[in-house]
């Protein structure tokens, strides 16, 4: 088969690789679309140990099943393979078991015409639903499961509170389009990025903010901060703009840089909250809100062959797109 391998720092090369076998507990799907995901550009440039090239990186996965009892129906794929047997999947909160995987971590991703997965990890989505759509289901899940989160914690329904979204990635993206659903309508989106910050505008409707040329947004502010870039650069303002008792979601992995404000913390009693992934019906919701048209006719997605993966890697990099989210089809 054909995929996309990530082969050493800042480099991914298309080209023959053997197609993959099915364990006995395993379907063998064929790809339709895989999304770029922003932990597959850590890897990218080589700021992720658990990556080890050579890789077929890649776990944002709509398909169609091959193989076994359910060959021939439309899926997309919860790459987060675990145990099944522990407390912690017992208890509907799979996605701490201390035996986690996931594909295209150290187990071969999508960026290839064919992947294996447990077949307890494949939920079914109607023949007519854009597999280009499908393959979101991964990100959107993992801003859904945030926001439940967040949810849980607040006093007041997330339609109230007022809200800041930092980075207007793919999860950020879609957590601005959950928050919109959900009827927030004072909401801001940081982003530095001016050709994403236009793309917000035109599928959100919210205020975009550019952290770096615009006046610093007002300390104790936000209600609910959605931090969903994850590095020091962002911690420090995402604790400045919460207001006292307030939301502090942290999403994202860029680094473990820079201090975060402990006193604050403690003294206002800012609620904050880590966010890993998603469970599995956390993944069905968001299957099922993509393919009902709850988050808009998503065409801010940007489209590419496989072949083009390279491209579409260092365009990313480089900052070159408006689309907080590539997928790539093979």
């Not at 391998?5 to 064929?30: A, C, F, H, Q, S």
């Not at 409707?205 to 550019?210: L, N």
């Not at 604050?264 to 809100?289: H, I, Q, S, W």
């Not at 491209?311 to 797109?321: C, V």
């Amino acid at each position: 088969m054909k995929a996309l391998v990530y082969t050493d720092t800042n480099r991914i090369v298309y080209r023959d690789e053997p197609d993959p076998v099915p364990g006995p507990d395993d379907v063998l799907v064929k790809v339709e679309a895989t999304g770029i995901c922003g932990s597959d550009m850590h890897a990218f440039h080589g700021r992720d140990p658990r990556r080890v090239p050579p890789l077929i990186l890649g776990h944002e996965v709509a398909g169609s099943v091959v193989s076994g009892t359910d060959a021939g129906r439309r899926i997309v794929i919860n790459p987060l393979i675990t145990c099944g047997r522990c407390a912690y999947c017992d208890t509907g909160r799979s996605h701490l078991c201390a035996d986690r995987e996931l594909i295209g971590m150290r187990l071969a991703g999508a960026y290839a015409e064919y992947v294996t997965i447990p077949s307890t990890n494949i939920i079914g989505i109607p023949d007519s639903m854009n597999a280009v759509h499908a393959s979101l289901t991964e990100p959107t899940a993992t801003a859904l499961h945030a926001l439940n989160l967040a949810r849980e914690a607040s006093h007041r329904p997330l339609a109230e509170l007022n809200t800041l979204v930092i980075g207007g990635g793919a999860v950020g993206f879609l957590a601005a389009l959950l928050l919109r659903a959900y009827g927030c309508k004072r909401l801001v989106v940081s982003e530095t990025n001016p050709l994403r910050r236009e793309s917000l505008v035109a599928h959100t409707g919210c205020r975009v903010h550019d952290p770096i040329n615009d006046p610093a947004l007002e300390n104790d502010s936000f209600d609910l901060v959605v931090d969903a870039v994850g590095g020091g650069v962002t911690r420090a303002p995402a604790m400045a703009a919460v207001t006292p008792g307030g939301i502090f979601v942290h999403i994202g992995l860029m680094d473990a840089k820079g201090d975060l404000d402990i006193r604050k913390l403690t003294l206002f009693e800012v609620k904050l909250l880590g966010v890993y992934c998603y469970t599995p019906a956390d993944v069905r919701a968001a299957a099922e809100a993509l393919g009902s048209g709850l988050l808009g006719d998503l065409s801010w997605v940007e489209t590419r062959p496989l072949a083009d993966g390279a491209a579409a890697f260092d365009d990313l990099d480089k900052g070159r797109t408006a689309a907080p989210k590539i997928v790539l089809v093979p």
